[in-house]
């Protein structure tokens, strides 16, 4: 996205034509305004990480500046951001929670901790409901500064992100998404030299990273699905301005959210070609 920029010294914050929002505008066949993408504010003031559940009618979020907290919003309309309320929160285990992911069916949430280096794993009672979430376990990372997690089609395997080493790393998993069954497998390096967050597609033919000091999002594509030594990068995109925290999806691939800090917002693209950067329309 370019940022807004001005005409004859005139900045311009917005425009409309006949009450209708315009996207872009154009001068002699250069862009000098394109409108900034849905976005809100996070309810925490160091906000490290965003999940959804199945159906896109919640929307979590979790941050360290309040020496950690989950916060669950509800959204009345599927996956749009815009129509986002705020819930509920919690505590997290430890004071600088960085991600969160769910297992398939929403009776078991995931956290990663920066400082304790540690993947922790809740059971809820009522699926995708925090305030039902019962700490249960917990290993230490791979990485000694872990930023994200991820986890297969089917739980078989969970993926690990950090920055210390700017590694990707495989585990396998023994027992569907009960993270005292992994065993580290393999790792391979991400594209960047800080990555905070790995996604893949719905079929494991493609993985996302975002990493903050590149600003970058890095997709790679995967000739074995969900098998990360055989990824080739592809391409990348430029994260909206500020400091890249973590990215997500929507279930269909077709609208792509970012988290940014510095200033602080989450972001909300449409994807013409689902799971695709390269289409954000």
Do not use: C
Not at 2 to 10: A, E, K, Q, V
Not at 212 to 224: E, G
């Amino acid at each position: 996205m370019i940022p807004p920029t001005s005409i004859d010294g005139t900045d311009i914050t917005g425009a409309t034509i006949d009450g209708t929002d315009v996207q872009e505008i154009t001068v002699d066949g250069d862009v000098v305004f394109t409108a900034a993408p849905p976005s809100i504010t996070p309810q925490d003031g160091s906000a490290a990480g965003i999940a959804w559940n199945d159906d896109g009618s919640r929307l979590y979020e979790v941050g360290f500046g309040s020496g950690g907290d989950i916060y669950q919003y509800t959204v009345s309309t599927p996956f749009d951001i815009t129509t986002a309320t705020f819930q509920t929160s919690i505590n997290s285990q430890d004071s600088v929670p960085v991600d969160i992911e769910w297992n398939d069916t929403g009776s078991r949430l995931y956290e990663v901790d920066f400082v304790e280096e540690k993947i922790y794993q809740y059971t809820l009672s009522t699926p995708y409901d925090i305030t039902t979430a019962s700490f249960s376990t917990s290993i230490n990372s791979q990485d000694s500064d872990p930023t994200g997690i991820a986890w297969n089609d089917d739980g078989s395997r969970l993926y690990e992100v950090g920055r210390d080493s700017d590694n990707i790393y495989q585990y396998t998993v023994s027992t569907p998404y009960d993270i005292t069954t992994a065993t580290f497998q393999t790792s391979i390096n991400s594209q960047g030299s800080n990555p905070r967050k790995i996604t893949f597609d719905n079929n494991g033919s493609k993985f996302h990273v975002i990493d903050a000091s590149a600003s970058k999002i890095f997709q790679s594509n995967l000739s074995t699905p969900f098998d990360i030594t055989t990824a080739t990068f592809q391409t990348s995109i430029t994260t909206q301005p500020g400091s890249a925290q973590k990215h997500a999806w929507s279930d269909d691939g077709l609208q792509l959210y970012q988290l940014i800090r510095f200033p602080d917002f989450i972001y909300q693209f449409t994807v013409s070609t689902p799971f695709d950067i390269t289409t954000i329309v």
